[in-house]
Nanobody
Framework: QVQLVESGGGLVQPGGSLRLSCAAS????????MSWYRQAPGKTRNLVAS????????DYADSVKGRFTISRDNTKSTVYLQMNSLKLEDTGVYYC?????????WGQGTQVTVSS
């Protein structure tokens, strides 16, 4: 059974930091490109960051470049998103996604709220 379980969300003040984790099981993690998406209230789900299967290539939305870092540990089947200098507009539900091959997989999401 495929599972992607996100954790690490919460309430943080502007300028603060959070580290999200997404633990995967039920598929070959090291064969999948991993990504983080964000869905703000009333908005569509948008790509925040992605990382290649070996972790050697990363890509970021312009809005998070220089503040967020995506990484993965294939030995633990886990992808991370380190979020620094958080802004009010970073608020939303963060989802991890595994893509490549016949189908994609999504996690259930974790809420991040940036508020003073």
């Amino acid at each position: 059974q495929v599972q992607l379980v996100e954790s690490g969300g919460g309430l943080v003040q502007p300028g603060g930091s959070l580290r999200l984790s997404c633990a995967a099981s039920g598929f070959i993690f090291s064969s999948k490109v991993m990504s983080w998406y964000r869905q703000a209230p009333g908005k569509t789900r948008n790509l925040v960051a992605s990382i290649s299967v070996a972790g050697t290539t990363t890509d970021y939305a312009d809005s998070v470049k220089g503040r967020f870092t995506i990484s993965r540990d294939n030995t633990k089947s886990t992808v991370y998103l380190q979020m620094n200098s958080l802004k009010l507009e970073d608020t939303g539900v963060y989802y991890c996604k595994a893509s490549g091959g016949p189908r994609d997989y999504w996690g259930q999401g974790t809420q991040v709220t940036v508020s003073s």
